[in-house]
């Protein structure tokens, strides 16, 4: 009974959940971080997407038993290896559906509709858009979007245009770079991981990194620009010791802009 428990824990891949902080993002920009209300929320849009994302890992390693069977590495795992049940894992995953998914809703309509297209899409990534190319990076993005804005609608923030498509660059420029690195790491062994990635011709994902990594610094340079520094005006102003710009001067998020590019350049 132990064994089938850490199973399916390690099934659900908690080690996955990092990609879920992207949810506290709203939380950091809108300037209500230290708003021991939205804190709470983030929180709680935090977990539960920790809970829908393992209920898709689930489903998507039942989807993927027959190849991960005759994979070196993915064989191991609990659903391949039959350390786990195909019939449990798939009970598990609608179980955790269906007891959470409410939960989502009497948190907020519009972060319910985020966890219902994020489940849809990523039901749509395991059964078969995970097999065509440039689609595949296209859900993988959309993933990354939906939970931001998740986090977004969880404390009814509001965030300018030039925050969605800076996101939408940045989570494109990271599903891109992943599949730059496995094709260059893996390479004669790239199908063997992933179907796709024979497909990807090496110089289009080189333009793709390259076109979507300087629209993410640009797109967050236009967003810090614009983005009203209002609500984070008193703190800035309490660590200046008392001296404050007005309104219309006060640009401090653009003092992260160099950080930004240099995490770009970087990746």
């Not at 995953?93 to 939960?103: A, E, G, K, N």
């Not at 985020?114 to 993005?141: H, N």
């Not at 990807?200 to 967003?223: C, G, R």
Request: with cysteine; hydrophobic share 55%; charged share 15%.
């Amino acid at each position: 009974m132990a064994k089938l428990f850490w199973g399916l824990l390690k099934a659900s891949r908690p080690r996955q959940w990092i990609k879920n902080f992207a949810i506290f993002a709203a939380l950091v920009f809108s300037g209500t971080l230290f708003n021991h209300n939205n804190q709470l929320k983030s929180l709680e849009a935090f977990l539960l997407f920790c809970i829908f994302s393992s209920a898709t890992y689930l489903l998507n390693d039942v989807f993927d038993i027959e190849r991960d069977k005759l994979h070196p590495f993915k064989s191991k795992r609990p659903i391949a290896s039959g350390l786990v049940p195909v019939p449990l894992a798939v009970m598990s995953s609608l179980v955790l559906i269906i007891v959470f998914l409410p939960l989502s809703y009497k948190l907020s309509p519009a972060f319910f509709f985020a966890a219902c297209a994020y489940l849809l899409m990523q039901l749509f990534y395991s059964s078969y858009l995970k097999r065509v190319i440039l689609i595949d990076v296209l859900v993988i993005a959309a993933g990354f979007v939906l939970r931001v804005y998740a986090g977004v609608w969880a404390i009814d923030a509001h965030l300018n245009v030039w925050f969605l498509l800076c996101v939408t660059s940045f989570a494109l420029f990271l599903a891109i770079g992943k599949r730059r690195s496995e094709r260059t790491l893996l390479e004669s062994q790239a199908s063997r991981h992933r179907e796709t990635l024979l497909h990807y011709p090496e110089n289009l994902l080189d333009i793709l990194t390259s076109m979507f990594a300087n629209s993410t610094w640009l797109t967050y340079a236009f967003f810090a620009f614009l983005q009203p520094p209002i609500q984070a005006r008193r703190l800035v102003s309490n660590f200046l010791g008392g001296f404050e710009l007005p309104s219309s001067e006060a640009k401090y998020l653009m003092v992260t802009v160099p950080v930004v590019l240099y995490a770009v350049m970087r990746y």
